[in-house]
T-cell receptor, first 111, second 117 residues
Framework: GENVEQHPSTLSVQEGDSAVIKCTYS??????FPWYKQELGKGPQLIID?????GEKKDQRIAVTLNKTAKHFSLHITETQPEDSAVYFC??????????FGGGTRLMVKP | NAGVTQTPKFQVLKTGQSMTLQCAQD?????MSWYRQDPGMGLRLIHY???????DQGEVPNGYNVSRSTTEDFPLRLLSAAPSQTSVYFC????????????????FGPGTRLTVL
């Protein structure tokens, strides 16, 4: 089955700096890669996603890049703000609409 | 729309007890799933359903049962609770499009925090 690894597990940045979270996946058949943000005490919420026929996607301060050959994808957050502090999860979707999640990254943005 | 709702929010069980975690969605989604979240391990799929009357196992199904008698509801049953089942449980739903289609966003409920003593 699919295996998704996510790094780093914790990330601390100064407000205004950029943050990058990286994920690798194992199943070359996976073709949908969402990123979720989870705030304390809440369920994960989709923030951006990318499909296998696209190399990069941007939505205001967040962007995701995908390298299918190397089987890795990354989340980029620019001009970080304190409200960006949360746990971020990457995921890969393969057969049967099943999502496999990475272990999560706790992002802390210091004011 | 209420989205995905889960009850209860918190539950404490003793080893060997049984209980049902409730999940409901009002978005007419075909696909529903249950995950457990443990520290440092992300979310792991327990069971999922692609429509009423159809269920299948995910990555960690042992100790759990599910059924899907209606589109809206997808309860998760713990038959005989064990301390290893202490976790936060999330229910999610989505349209069941083809992989890579436009309807794959999964909407998550607020979670149930379960402690088994």
């Amino acid at each position: 089955g699919e295996n998704v690894e996510q790094h780093p597990s914790t990330l601390s940045v100064q407000e205004g700096d950029s943050a990058v979270i990286k994920c690798t996946y194992s199943d070359s058949a996976s073709n949908y890669f969402p990123w979720y943000k989870q705030e304390l005490g809440k369920g994960p919420q989709l923030i951006i996603d990318i499909r296998s026929n696209v190399g990069e996607k941007k939505d205001q301060r967040i962007a995701v890049t995908l390298n299918k050959t190397a089987k890795h994808f990354s989340l980029h957050i620019t001009e970080t703000q304190p409200e960006d502090s949360a746990v971020y999860f990457c995921a890969a979707m393969g057969a049967g609409n099943m999502l496999t999640f990475g272990g999560g990254t706790r992002l802390m943005v210091k004011p | 729309n209420a989205g995905v709702t889960q009850t209860p929010k918190f539950q404490v069980l003793k080893t060997g007890q049984s209980m049902t975690l409730q999940c409901a969605q009002d978005m007419n989604h075909e696909y529903m799933s249950w995950y457990r979240q443990d520290p440092g391990m992300g979310l792991r799929l327990i069971h999922y359903s692609v429509g009423a009357g159809i269920t299948d196992q995910g990555e960690v199904p042992n100790g759990y049962n599910v059924s899907r008698s209606t589109t809206e509801d997808f309860p998760l049953r713990l038959l005989s609770a064990a301390p290893s089942q202490t976790s936060v449980y999330f229910c999610a739903s989505s349209y069941h499009g083809t992989s890579g289609g436009d309807y794959n966003e999964q909407f998550f409920g607020p979670g149930t925090r379960l402690t088994v003593l």
